[in-house]
């Protein structure tokens, strides 16, 4: 018998098989494990995402809202906001208000009141203030002559600006009180008759005794009032008695009263330089026209 006589091969062979059949196994055991975990760990992330984009959904949501609450907050601070606006501009109304009517009551409002042949100025007024006109800016300065003393500044610039230019202007007459006009027109009638009512008093009357009325002349008439319209000193005054707030009360052709280049009365700048740019006259307005301007009389 033949000795069984194994290979070095044939000895291990069965050994080899043995641990290629545990690694086969045991790499089966792994990729199914593996695979497993895989599977499992593929659900996990499945799910997780599903959870994840769950709550940013939901977060989105959140912020939608969040941001429509900030913006019906931002709304409702804005309608706060502007009744606060509202209610602010409204104290400043009142405010302005009674401000505008404070300085109203304090301004005497014969000032800008057109006279006629029918309304005089009360025969018991007497301005609130008056002051001396300089004596050098008057034709005669025997006979003192007095002006509203918030027109006194204005009436003694147009004087030397004027006198800058070369242009002399005398003050005749300024204010004359009830009982100087009613001698003046009794004079008057004592040397014309009746008809002196056309060119002596009336309209002109109030203004004077208002205390913002000026009659000027100029060098070489004698201090006469007649034939001033054909002066330097007239062409003057139309240019730029505006910027002084005066005005001339009857002009050439006026439906009103006779034609007085020298009577010039004080209306504010504001209407003066408005009369000036619209080729207006006082007497042409409307009295509610004129009134606007009475709070600015002096501005
Ligand atoms: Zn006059």
Do not use: C
């Not at 009357?205 to 006469?224: K, P, V, W």
């Amino acid at each position: 018998m033949e000795p069984d006589i194994q290979t070095p091969f044939q000895k291990y062979a069965s050994l080899i098989v043995i641990i290629l059949v545990l690694l086969a196994g045991t790499f089966v055991y792994l990729y199914i494990a593996t695979r497993n975990e895989l599977k499992e760990t593929s659900e996990e992330y499945f799910n997780t995402r599903t959870e994840l984009e769950g709550n940013i959904a939901n977060l989105q949501n959140k912020l939608a809202t969040a941001e429509s609450q900030n913006r019906g907050l931002q709304t409702a601070l804005d309608i706060e906001k502007g009744r606060n606006d509202d209610f602010a501009n409204t104290i400043q109304e009142i405010a302005g208000t009674v401000g505008v009517l404070e300085k109203l009551s304090k301004t005497d409002e014969e000032l800008l009141q057109k006279y006629s042949k029918v309304y005089f100025l009360n025969e018991h007024y007497v301005p609130a203030n008056l002051s001396q006109i300089n004596p050098d800016n008057l034709y005669d300065e025997s006979q003192d002559q007095y002006i509203h003393t918030q027109v006194l500044p204005l009436l003694e610039n147009m004087i030397r600006d004027a006198a800058q230019e070369d242009i002399t202007l005398y003050v005749r007459s300024a204010y004359r009180s009830f009982g100087t006009q009613t001698a003046l027109k009794n004079g008057y009638k004592v040397t014309y008759g009746e008809g002196a009512n056309t060119f002596s008093a009336d309209q002109g009357f109030s203004e004077h005794q208002l205390g913002t009325t000026a009659d000027f002349t100029t060098t070489g008439m004698n201090g006469a009032l007649d034939g001033f319209d054909n002066t330097k000193a007239y062409s003057w005054l139309l240019d730029n008695a505006h910027k002084y707030g005066f005005t001339l009360s009857y002009p050439k052709g006026n439906a009103y009263y006779v034609f007085e280049p020298w009577h010039w009365r004080f209306v504010g700048k504001d209407l003066a330089t408005f009369l000036f740019e619209e080729k207006k006259h006082f007497y042409d307005l409307d009295q509610r026209t004129i009134d606007t301007y009475l709070i600015n009389i002096f501005d």
